[in-house]
């Protein structure tokens, strides 16, 4: 019962389950990756060496007229005109590995887009003309530092709810109970319809908006997991002492109470991906223009005839999500006291 | 009930003057009801029964004695195929009864190597198990009488209103009072002794030739404890079955068994009949469990009794308020009177002991004092009443500390002990260094008899690396690291194995001599009051029974309650 498990011995476990510790390393090196989204996929190139000069495009823009171009705009590294004069004799540039950025919009395609994958799209474009594989890698991060940060709201939250109705208990945990009810009655959905025709539409809004709800799912677990804790010995113990309530709640309860919460955890980060491309695909989500999942999808549906769309997002958030569900599995069992004489 | 039972009774009653006659080691009937040899178990790479040989005739009762992870349990379940993910090697040769099967009249069957399926024919049928905690062992959702009709339907075959009939009558067996009442009831609306009955009445729903009881008194109160052995006893003369008792309880032993088997790490280490056995152990492992009643040493009152109180209560009262059933109820929540107007003091220096059974306000009484409870009536410790909010009363939580009961749950598992027994200090000496607060760790770990040459690494230790007695002593150390000059002892020793327990109430009096401590000692055993405390305060359903000094309540109870309790410890 009380035979919690101890952190090392949980990484020992997590780690003898193999899925669920593949899972962890390829899903780091994905996040790894789209942290560095810019030096990935980007359509300025690191350095250009041009008559006997460096360039860095990554960190300065430079006008055209430095390249000989005749305009002082800033310069598109995809035009032809400008290729060919970095492509004289004595002159360099060294691209990114995908010469296309998220928002970039290639006006010197040679196919129009949508256009299936090809030597220059790899993963082929969207209906605008912007390159699928820099959309997805920018909108992979994007989905998943939304879903890092909601969660962390949501776990904040939650504890924060849970320990105070838990410890408590009584009448304060009876108020709180029937306020949260109501709160969660409250439709979420109409909510973001409303603010997103109120206020401009922001990453920020949405992310707020979605914490105000997130956060009481765990709370009930961490509520529930407090009335336990708040019983045993070593907390009356404590009290004896005289320790103060809040002592009382981070030193000794919460630690012991902390297993559903890092149970939860990968399991809400998809469950927060999930809600953000639902919510970009109904065009509720991330302002336009914002490298999406969802935005990439509802393309997909608009342009059933361009396959790719649709197919390597969903192959990215099925992969996404089913990472993230085997490691949340691996933890479940690593964390589960039961399992401890069968492992 | 019925006949065969009859006809097996006269076999019994042979099969138990045969053991009486018999050499004693190992039972002189040619045709033993059960013959273990040789019986090994192992969960993964550890074996926890190393070759167990012993042999039971029919009617007789053995005993398995063992402290705690000794295989007592594991045995019993292991004969069953019940001890789940284990690799049972050996055989257990076992006399069924003259009942159908293709085994035909009295078959012998290894019963580690039957198939899952006779196995489970032969489960309830032939041998049947009591639990140590009805509570989890019957069905929330079902009757009483549903469960044990059922059993009966299932495993004898009757329609459903013969099963409810035999139900009741066996619940009449069980001497329970309005079995017909009874058996509509559902598990929670039983007292823990009924429902211990409930349980035997459903073990023995189908006459089985062996019953196992493994621990079957000790959730129950000390008072019903020996009620629930005579009942067995009685029922044992009546059917002729065989009881493998299983326990740590010597008390239980001597008064019970026929025979006694002593284990220690998976090793049966003495056997013999239990008499010769309790006048003459010969293994160093049954003289530690012989000798475990444990020993008074306290400072003795001869001295003149120290003029200042520890603890003085007077008028103590301590409600809760329950909810009623209803949806009134839930907002005019009853009142239940855990402590009612009970005066005591503790004078310092000295040990006061409060025995009762469970449910009796002890506890109740023991919380209160350390303020952790909201009382009525007056509470002084060492002449300073608690402050209108006890938790932020520094000097009485000073001097006046706690050790509970299950030293499982008393220390958090997620600290190290260097935490845990500092806490205290964090909390009332935050002037110490670093340095400082080690060295008070140090002294009071110490103090306990746990130091760093025997511990290496002691204070990052987590608690779970320690045994129950010595996570006992760390709890004890947690509460002297605060030097305090009175202790409340919430049933120090229950939880502990019996030389453990011993060993633990000889630290806690060495700590009094030294240190001049005064406990309010929490027990329901007397034996444990009998040896530690000066005066003693016997508590029934909130109330004081008797109060005095230990020896003239004891040995003269006025009350039947007490005589009860005091019986029991015998």
Excluded at chain 1, 102 to 115: E, H, I, Q, V
Excluded at chain 2, 374 to 383: D, N, R
Aim: include cysteine; charge should be positive.
């Amino acid at each position: 019962m009380y035979a919690l498990t101890r952190p090392s011995t949980v990484w020992t476990r997590f780690r003898a389950k193999r899925s669920g510790f593949i899972s962890l390393l390829l899903f780091a090196a994905l996040v790894l990756a789209s942290l560095g989204a810019e030096l990935l996929c980007n359509d300025r190139p690191y350095v250009v060496h041009y008559q006997g000069q460096n360039y860095w495009p990554l960190w300065h823009d430079y006008p055209e007229t430095v390249f000989g171009g005749d305009f002082a705009t800033p310069t598109d590294y995809l035009d032809p005109f400008i290729r060919e004069q970095l492509g004289k004799s004595g002159n360099w540039v060294v691209f990114a590995p995908n010469r296309y950025g998220a928002k970039t919009l290639n006006y010197f395609a040679k196919a129009p887009s949508p256009a299936p994958p090809s030597r220059d799209n790899w993963l082929g474009t969207d209906d605008r003309g912007r390159d699928v594989l820099a959309q997805l890698v920018y909108g992979f991060r994007v989905s998943v530092l939304f879903a890092l940060a909601l969660t962390l709201v949501g776990v904040v939250l939650g504890l924060l709810a849970g320990a105070v109705q838990g410890y408590f208990a009584g009448a304060l945990d009876l108020i709180l109970q029937r306020a949260i009810e109501v709160w969660s009655s409250m439709p979420e959905l109409y909510l973001l319809i409303i603010f997103s025709a109120v206020f401009a539409p922001s990453v920020g809004l949405l992310l707020g908006l979605l914490s105000l709800f997130g956060w009481m799912g765990l709370a009930d677990y961490v509520r529930a997991e407090f009335l336990r804790n708040r019983q045993m010995d070593y907390v009356r113990a404590a009290r004896a002492l005289g320790a103060s309530h809040a002592a009382i709640i981070w030193r000794h309860v919460l630690p012991n109470s902390l297993t559903p919460v890092i149970t939860f955890l990968p399991f809400r980060m998809s469950g927060a991906i999930l809600a953000l491309t639902s919510l970009d695909f109904l065009g509720l989500g991330v302002p336009p223009g914002t490298p999406s999942l969802g935005e990439l999808l509802a393309q997909g549906k608009n342009n059933i005839d361009a396959w790719w769309i649709s197919l390597f997002t969903f192959v990215l958030l099925a992969g996404t999500l089913l990472l993230l569900t085997l490691m949340g599995d691996a933890l479940r069992d690593a964390l589960d006291p039961r399992k401890e004489r069968s492992a | 009930m019925n006949l065969p039972a009859q006809a097996e009774l006269s076999t019994a009653r042979a099969g138990q003057d045969a053991a009486a006659r018999g050499s004693g080691i190992e039972c002189a009937d040619p045709t033993p009801l059960l013959e273990v040899r040789d019986l090994r178990v192992a969960f993964g790479a550890q074996t926890v029964l190393h070759g167990l040989n012993f042999s039971m005739a029919p009617g007789e009762k053995l005993a398995l004695v063992g402290e705690s992870g000794s295989g007592k349990t594991v045995c019993a379940l292991s004969l069953l195929g019940l001890a789940q993910g284990a690799r049972v090697s050996g055989s257990a040769r076992f006399q069924r009864a003259t009942l159908p099967g293709k085994h035909g009249p009295g078959a012998v069957v290894d019963l580690l190597r039957l198939a899952p399926e006779p196995l489970r024919a032969l489960r309830g049928q032939d041998i049947a198990m009591v639990f140590q905690e009805p509570m989890n062992a019957l069905n929330p959702v079902f009757t009483i009488g549903e469960q044990i009709a059922e059993v009966l339907r299932c495993k004898r075959g009757l329609n459903a209103r013969e099963a409810w009939a035999g139900a009741v009558a066996l619940l009449a067996d069980m001497e329970i009072d309005e079995p017909q009442r009874r058996a509509r009831a559902y598990a929670h609306q039983l007292s823990g002794g009924q429902r211990q009955r409930a349980m035997i009445a459903m073990a023995l729903a189908c006459r089985p030739r062996l019953l196992l009881a493994d621990e079957p008194t000790t959730a129950l109160d000390v008072t019903l404890r020996a009620q629930i052995l005579d009942l067995l006893e009685r029922l044992r003369q009546r059917d002729g079955m065989a009881i493998l008792l299983v326990t740590h309880d010597l008390h239980l032993v001597r008064r019970f068994a026929d025979r006694v088997a002593v284990m220690e790490r998976g090793h049966i280490v003495e056997q013999g009949v239990c008499s010769d056995l309790f006048s003459r152990p010969a293994h160093a492992r049954t003289r530690a469990l012989q000798g475990s009643a444990p020993q008074r040493d306290p400072t003795e009152a001869s001295s003149p009794a120290p003029a200042e109180d520890a603890v003085r209560a007077t008028q103590l009262q301590v409600h809760y308020l329950v909810p009623r059933a209803g949806l009134l109820g839930w907002f005019r929540p009853a009142r239940f009177d855990a402590v009612q107007d009970v005066s005591w003091r503790l004078p310092a220096g000295r040990t006061l002991g409060v025995v009762g059974e469970s449910g009796s306000g002890k506890s109740t009484l023991a919380l209160a004092a350390l303020g952790l409870l909201p009382f009525a009536g007056e509470l002084a410790v060492f002449g300073r009443p608690w402050a209108v909010s006890p938790a932020q009363d520094l000097a009485n939580r000073r001097a006046l500390q706690v050790v509970f009961q299950d030293p499982f749950s008393a220390l958090s598992p997620r600290l190290h002990i260097q935490d845990i027994v500092g806490e205290g200090l964090r909390i009332h000496a935050p002037e110490l260094t670093a340095g400082q607060r080690h060295d008070r760790v140090l002294a009071a770990l110490k103090d306990v008899g746990l130091e760093e040459a025997q511990f290496p690494g002691l204070l990052q230790r987590y608690a779970h690396q320690f045994s129950g007695g010595q996570r006992q002593r760390i709890a004890i150390a947690r509460a002297l690291v605060l030097q305090p000059r009175a202790l409340v002892l919430d049933e120090p020793t229950s939880a502990l194995d019996a030389s453990m327990a011993r060993q633990v109430l000889a630290l806690l009096q060495k700590l009094q001599a030294v240190h001049g401590l005064a406990y309010l000692l929490i027990s329901h055993d007397v034996a444990v009051i009998r040896a530690m405390a000066h005066t003693v305060l016997v508590l029934r359903q909130g109330r004081v029974v008797e109060s005095g000094p230990v020896d003239t309540v004891f040995e003269h109870a006025q009350h039947p309650y007490t005589q009860a309790l005091v019986q029991a410890a015998l």
